[in-house]
């Protein structure tokens, strides 16, 4: 069964710092692996999509990486804002049907 | 606009008392899911769809049925619901372009049940 874990569960930083968020996943057979932003008592917002074959993906601030054989991802985000605050998730698709989830880091950017 | 739309958005019920709550996309995908979220656990698939007429359970199906008369709808039901099935659902539907899946969810189900 596919593990996902996301370290750590909370962190805030001062606006203007980068945030490393990490996840690890024990299965390395992995589809892809998805980035995904929630704001509080809100849906899911798809930031970044990994492909198995790739090693990372950008868009404007965000970064991510992926390291199939240790079982890792690494979202960066760049000069942090407060707007930046929210639950990020990262989850990993090991078949056709299904995402598995980690718990999610909560960031909080102070102004 | 593509999109995955859910209702109602919030409720709240009584225990054993049957409720359905309905899901439906836009953009004709194959495949949907229902997850769970509960605070610390993450998301938890319930149940999936691969196509009309063709559904299997997730990791926590007990207590919940789906079905999937129609491609761009996947309702989910609770028969006799219970305090336990309080939490957060979502429905989610899958683009699948050869090896390339992603997944879109919709705005989620604050279910309530006392």
């Known amino acids: 069964k596919q593990e996902v874990t996301q370290i750590p569960a909370a962190l805030s930083v001062p606006e203007g710092e980068n945030l490393v968020l990490n996840c690890s996943f024990t299965?390395?057979?992995?589809?892809?692996l998805q980035w995904f932003r929630q704001d509080p008592g809100k849906g899911l917002t798809s930031l970044l999509l990994?492909?198995?074959?790739?090693r990372e993906q950008t868009s404007g601030r965000l970064n991510a990486s992926l390291d199939k054989s240790s079982g890792r991802s690494t979202l960066y985000i760049a000069a942090s804002q407060p707007g930046d605050s929210a639950t990020y998730l990262c989850?990993?698709?090991?078949?056709?049907?299904?995402?598995?989830f980690g718990a999610g880091t909560t960031v909080t950017v102070r102004a | 606009e593509a999109q995955v739309t859910q209702n109602p958005r919030y409720l709240i019920t009584v225990t054993g008392k049957k409720l359905t709550v309905t899901c439906s996309q836009n953009m004709n995908h194959e495949y949907m899911s229902w997850y769970r979220q509960d605070p610390g656990l993450g998301l938890r698939q319930i149940y999936y769809?691969?196509?009309?007429?063709?559904?299997d359970k997730g990791d926590v199906p007990e207590g919940y049925k789906v079905s999937r008369k129609e491609k761009r709808n996947f309702p989910l039901i609770l028969e006799s619901p219970s305090p336990n099935q309080t939490s957060l659902y979502f429905c989610a539907s899958t683009r699948a372009t050869g090896a390339a899946y992603e997944q879109y969810f919709g705005p989620g189900t604050r279910l309530t049940v006392t």
């Open positions: 990994i492909q198995s074959s790739q």
């Open positions: 769809s691969m196509n009309v007429e063709v559904t």
């Open positions: 299965d390395s057979a992995i589809y892809n």
């Open positions: 989850a990993v698709r090991a078949n056709d049907y299904k995402l598995s």
